[in-house]
């Protein structure tokens, strides 16, 4: 069975810092994976994904994430954070594109 | 390209009352998708479309919600009748680009349901 784990319920970072999202996943077959950001009262915004390739993917707003097959995890990472990065962010897995199965979300706070 | 529209973006009802929401998905999208993600969790798959028909249901709760997709293109989404616990947001997300965006899903803004 596919699963997702965001091990960490919320991730705080002082703006101009690195910062990292992780996860971890749980899938038979080739895993496509996805980053979505959520801000209040809005839907999902896809951020990035994987599917084959090359193991770092950029995405949008200068994210991006590393895909470590042993380890099955796609963290997100971001070099430089900004205070508009705040919100909340959802990993999520599928098997050859088929249903996707969503972490439970970090909350991403970046202080000024 | 405009993005995958719903309505309400709010509804509040009573327990045992019914209840109806509605997606427009990007055009030429042919997968649509419902979700329900309760406050705290992440979006649950409710049930999936390929054109005007379903292709995995298998989390839908069948005695009270159901949900059509006619001419494969707009959605509905039923609660009929509501529970305390379907107090959730509802998000509608559809699939079908081209070339390197046929994987990812667009999602709508939701709507926000309270069962009272």
């Known amino acids: 069975a596919q699963s997702v784990a965001q091990p960490e319920d919320q991730v705080n970072v002082a703006e101009g810092n690195p910062l990292t999202v992780k996860c971890t996943y749980s899938?038979?077959?080739?895993?496509?994976l996805f980053w979505y950001v959520q801000y209040p009262n809005r839907g999902l915004q896809f951020l990035l994904k994987?599917?084959?390739?090359?193991?770092l993917v950029k995405g949008s707003y200068g994210f991006e994430a590393e895909f470590n097959k042993s380890q099955t995890s796609f963290h997100l990472k971001k070099p430089s954070a900004l205070v508009s990065d705040s919100a909340l962010y959802f990993c999520?897995?599928?098997?050859?594109?088929?249903?996707?199965?969503f972490g439970a979300g970090t909350r991403l706070f970046v202080k000024a | 390209e405009a993005g995958v529209a719903q309505s309400p973006r709010y509804k509040i009802i009573e327990k045992r009352q019914s209840v109806a929401f509605w997606c427009n998905p990007i055009?030429?999208?042919?997968?649509l998708y419902w979700y329900q993600q309760i406050l705290g969790q992440g979006p649950k798959l409710l049930i999936q479309?390929?054109?005007?028909?379903?292709?995995?249901d298998s989390q839908l709760p069948k005695d009270r919600f159901s949900a059509e997709r006619l001419k494969g293109v707009d959605s509905t989404l039923k609660i009929q009748p509501a529970k305390l616990e379907d107090s959730a947001v509802y998000l509608c997300?559809?699939?079908?680009?081209?070339?390197?965006?046929?994987?990812?899903?667009?999602f709508g803004p939701g709507t926000r349901l309270t069962v009272l």
């Open positions: 997300a559809s699939r079908g680009g081209t070339g390197d965006l046929v994987d990812t899903q667009y």
């Open positions: 899938v038979s077959g080739n895993p496509y």
């Open positions: 994987y599917i084959t390739g090359d193991n």
């Open positions: 999520a897995v599928s098997s050859g594109g088929f249903k996707t199965i």
């Open positions: 055009s030429g999208h042919a997968t």
């Open positions: 479309f390929q054109n005007n028909g379903v292709v995995d």
